[in-house]
């Protein structure tokens, strides 16, 4: 079996490689097309068998497999064996490819379909992405799955995956991750496929903007649930650190989020397209950049940079994207630009400009500082790093004005003409975040920063109000149906505009989290025998029993607390220290008292062999919940704003909301001998009512 | 103008932010320093206070045993810290006078077989 795997993996770059060529002939005899879509196939049917194949060997627990046997043991439950797949380095990058050879397959007939003249293009670019990623697997370090273990005679049990990696959150995370990062390949081959070939822009937009969404929605899922793993089995405490890792997989999705801002401009207003293709370039590149930075070794120090084998692999794969993009932008990017202009502050566009130039930004800043300690280093021959201070001094003001802007921007007018209802609701929400200023002062906060986040905080979600409260109260009224009815007619027929505003709300929601927990947490530590008290904030911890137990691979200590508020006792709490002796490992399992207004988060440092005394550490990070429920709001809002139409379903025309000429540019290029219309669209963004 | 704000907050926060990373003996040449890291091998036998709040070890380079530095740390000690010679520890805070550091951020690094997550 681990043979079988093996051969489909090398032979994975041959046919890719050969279905590259191919399709660059299909650029001038279209028929070889057919072979070139081929080829996507069979690297896909090759993955997938590969990808069966380790699979497999995890399952059945096959420890003559290198990697099955490093990553994994009898005792390991099943859903962790399979987690198992994306753990280490080898697997993940199996995992790379084959989500890369089945995004392929997808993109590929879409792009046919909608814009058939560019599909050699893009079975160009995709294939040899999905090269490069196969060559990585053959001939990195430790990157090949299907090696035997030395002398090849299966040991009797695994090593096990890390007790950290045994979280629900360790699931989740890093297949999200690579979901969001393979997704980004899609937009950055179609737009350089639909410029090289000459399509029309609104030929291929449509698909650019499904795969921007599918990547920004998984880089978010990615991104949020890796804070929520770090926050509850980390124990420091935090949830973002600033570390090389998550800054990797951070930047790719702020440029995300700023292309897809810069699709909805140069589809509605024919505006940012320069933009929207180097941010197509840029967020591609940051997921290879991130991808590379996430390589095992190269992460935990930026220092062990110059060790790594992949080095020379991604440095030459990220320059060739460089230079292949930059000749199809000199070439042909005046074939999609548009001589329009800004001609005034005060308007969506300007707001939308504002929004792409602040995200980039940040952007950069977080690069400068994953890459400062490199430049540095080399310059001035001393070893400087930059920590958490760094980012937040920059990141916090530049976070406020994009709140402000979330909120400004739904009020804008477009084009900045209609101005009579811009004074009125800039007055009404402007005048909530004045009383909620004024309240808070009254209340006793005097610190600027936090002031402003929640004062601009309730400014934007009184302006997502009053846009849902408007879309609603008219949905009913042209519709003549219940309140009930009329919002969810309102939402499902305006999916894009609606679900956008939703995931708008999610991340202010997320960003008071951060301001509650970041700017007002309290940390205490602490001696304590059976009876004694600690107190944290309004909360008091009683120091109650601690039991010691043992199972099959861990020793473990197990404090109980009662946490009382104001003298009222409201819970229990349950720290654990772990000790694993087969790989002489400690984990401190904290655990928390949740509620919405934040959590009491305890750490059992140490104890006294006797089981009288304790060590431990509490935390008090308020609103902090309101990160993760933020969160869930996101990922509904771009569930909505992602959900394909299916046209057969909506009825004749008159379904279709005005100003959508653009739109249906897709059919400029109909797919050869083949009169069907695209079966499935995506909803389009409505205009104000 | 944009690109002027953007330099300015960026070299403040470098300003803010930047922290030199010296070795045991890079450390002792240069004398006390406030906002470093050192990283340094664990002194078999130095640690104090493991399972406490307040920590207290000896740190010197491998190929230059003889220089040493006693680090104070006051919070939460890290899961990875051991009480094992060959154990890499990185600390954070003030290089004061008479040799000894005061860390706020400890890290340490154990030879491990297991990797870092993806």
């Given amino acids: 079996m681990n043979g079988l795997g093996y051969v489909c993996l090398v032979l994975i770059t041959p046919i890719s490689l050969a279905g590259l060529a191919l399709a660059l002939a299909a650029t001038r005899r279209p028929g070889l097309i057919r072979g070139s879509a081929g080829a996507v196939y069979g690297v896909a049917a090759l993955a997938v068998i590969a990808s069966i194949v380790l699979m497999v060997a995890l399952v059945t627990r096959d420890f003559s497999n290198h990697y099955v046997y490093s990553y994994t043991s009898r005792s390991l439950s099943v859903a962790y064996t399979v987690s198992a797949f994306w753990a280490g380095n080898a697997g993940s990058l199996l995992l790379w490819l084959l989500l890369m050879a089945v995004f392929s397959v997808v993109a590929l007939r879409q792009i046919r379909r909608e814009d058939a003249p560019s599909g050699p293009y893009v079975a160009a670019i995709l294939l040899a992405i999905t090269a490069f990623f196969s060559l990585l697997t053959l001939f990195g370090n430790d990157s090949n799955p299907f090696v035997r273990v030395s002398g090849g005679v299966a040991p009797a049990d695994g090593l096990g995956l890390n007790p950290m990696l045994q979280n629900p959150g360790m699931v989740i995370h890093p297949g999200a991750l690579y979901l969001g990062y393979v997704a980004f390949a899609v937009p950055f081959a179609v737009v350089m496929g639909g410029l090289w070939a000459r399509s029309p822009s609104a030929a291929w937009l449509p698909a650019v903007r499904r795969w921007a969404l599918v990547g920004w929605f998984f880089l978010a899922i990615g991104n949020l649930v890796g804070a929520w793993w770090a926050y509850v089995t980390l124990g420091w405490g935090g949830y973002w650190a600033w570390d090389p890792v998550e800054n990797a997989s951070l930047m790719p999705w702020l440029t995300g989020t700023a292309l897809v801002h810069a699709v909805v401009m140069m589809r509605k207003r024919q505006m940012q397209s320069a933009w929207m293709v180097i941010l197509v370039v840029v967020t591609f590149l940051l997921t290879i950049f991130g991808t590379f930075l996430t390589r095992s070794g190269i992460a935990t120090s930026v220092h062990a940079f110059a060790d790594n084998t992949f080095i020379p692999w991604f440095t030459v794969f990220m320059l060739l994207t460089v230079i292949v993009s930059a000749v199809v932008i000199v070439f042909r990017l005046s074939s999609v630009r548009s001589d329009k202009k800004l001609d005034n502050p005060l308007s969506r566009e300007s707001a939308f400009v504002y929004t792409n130039l602040i995200l980039v930004v940040i952007t950069f800043v977080v690069l400068w500082g994953v890459l400062f300690p490199v430049f540095a280093g080399a310059l001035r021959g001393a070893k400087v790093e930059l920590d958490p201070n760094f980012f937040t001094v920059v990141t916090v003001p530049l976070a406020l004005i994009l709140m402000l802007l979330t909120g400004l921007c739904p009020m804008l007018p477009w084009r900045g003409t209609d101005r009579s209802r811009l004074v009125k609701d800039a007055a009404w929400t402007g005048g909530t975040a004045v009383v909620t200023l004024v309240v808070l002062v009254a209340l006793g906060l005097h610190r600027v920063y936090p002031l402003l986040s929640f004062a601009l905080a309730v400014f934007a979600v009184a302006s997502i109000a009053l846009q849902y409260g408007r879309g609603w109260r008219n949905r009913r009224r042209a519709s003549r149906t219940g309140w009930l009815r009329a919002f969810g007619g309102m939402m499902w027929t305006n999916r894009s505009r609606y679900g956008g505003f939703l995931i708008h709300l999610g991340v202010i929601v997320v960003l008071v989290g951060i301001t509650g927990s970041y700017a007002f947490k309290q940390v205490v530590d602490g001696n304590m025998t059976k009876g004694g008290k600690l107190d944290v904030g309004r909360f008091e911890l009683t120091f109650d029993d601690l039991t010691f137990g043992q199972a099959a691979d861990k020793d473990t200590a197990r404090a109980a607390f009662t946490v009382s508020h104001d003298g009222r006792v409201v819970g229990q709490v349950y720290p654990v220290k772990e000790y694993y002796p087969a790989s002489d490992q400690v984990w401190t399992r904290v655990d928390r008292y949740s509620t919405l207004a934040g959590d009491v988060y305890v750490s059992l440092l140490g104890y006294t062999n006797d089981g009288a005394g304790v060590t431990v550490q509490a935390e008090l990070n308020p609103l902090v919940n309101w990160l993760w429920i933020g969160g869930g709001v996101m990922v509904v809002g771009g569930l909505i704003a992602m959900w394909p139409v299916r046209r057969s379903r909506v009825k004749g025309r008159k379904v279709a909301p005005a100003g959508r000429s653009q739109a249906k540019g897709r059919k400029v290029a109909p797919p050869a001998g083949s009169e069907r219309p695209s079966k499935r669209v995506f909803a389009e963004t409505g205009d104000d009512e | ?118």
């Fill in chain 2, 1 to 118: 103008m944009i690109a002027v704000a953007l330099g300015v907050l960026i070299w403040v926060a470098v300003g803010r932010g930047s922290v030199y990373y010296y070795t045991v003996s890079e450390l002792l040449a240069k004398g006390p320093t406030p906002r470093v890291r050192v990283s340094g091998e664990l002194v078999e036998g130095s640690v104090q206070g493991l399972g406490t709040t307040s920590l207290r070890f000896v740190i010197h380079d491998r190929d230059l045993p003889e220089q040493t530095i006693a680090v104070a740390y006051n919070g939460a000690i890290p899961d990875s810290f051991k009480d094992q010679p060959d154990t890499e520890v990185v600390a954070a805070g003030d290089f004061v006078a008479g040799q000894s550091f005061v860390a706020t951020v400890l890290e340490a690094k154990c030879p491990s077989k297991y990797e870092a997550a993806p």
